[in-house]
């Protein structure tokens, strides 16, 4: 069992920066792989970003491409998500979420992930 408690939301203006932390509960952290999602209001949750266990691969969505990085410390059990040139549209909850220990890669559907933190609002303004 991993348990996911996400960080670092809040309130900034459009053009701004945030630096969201999930910490992980567990054992073994570097076997898990990774994953950003969010949910705007009247939306479904959709894949932001995902990282490997080693932090050697990633994969982004394309409307975050070349604004957020995801990257990982191992020895803290984190994943961190930084957000640049935030948008009004980027705001939603943000959720961390794992793979299963040694159980496939990088992927982009909130099914392939079975355990998810609470989430942490991050609201842009204009």
């Known amino acids: 069992q991993v348990q996911l408690v996400e960080s670092g939301g809040g309130l900034v203006q459009a053009g701004g920066s945030l630096r969201l932390s999930c910490a992980a509960s567990?054992?073994?952290?570097?076997?898990?792989?990774m994953g950003w999602f969010r949910r705007s209001p009247g939306k479904e949750r959709e894949f932001v970003i995902s990282?490997?266990?080693?932090?050697?691969?990633?994969y982004y969505a394309d409307s975050v491409k070349g604004r957020f990085t995801i990257s990982r410390d191992n020895t803290k059990n984190t994943v961190y998500l930084q957000m640049n040139s935030l948008k009004p549209e980027d705001t939603a909850v943000y959720y961390c979420?794992?793979?299963?220990?040694?159980?496939?890669?990088?992927?982009?559907?909130?099914?392939?992930?079975?355990?998810w933190g609470q989430g942490t609002q991050v609201t842009v303004s204009s």
């Open positions: 979420a794992a793979r299963r220990q040694g159980v496939g890669s990088i992927s982009s559907y909130t099914s392939q992930y079975a355990y």
């Open positions: 567990g054992r073994s952290f570097n076997r898990n792989v």
């Open positions: 990282i490997n266990g080693s932090g050697g691969s990633t």
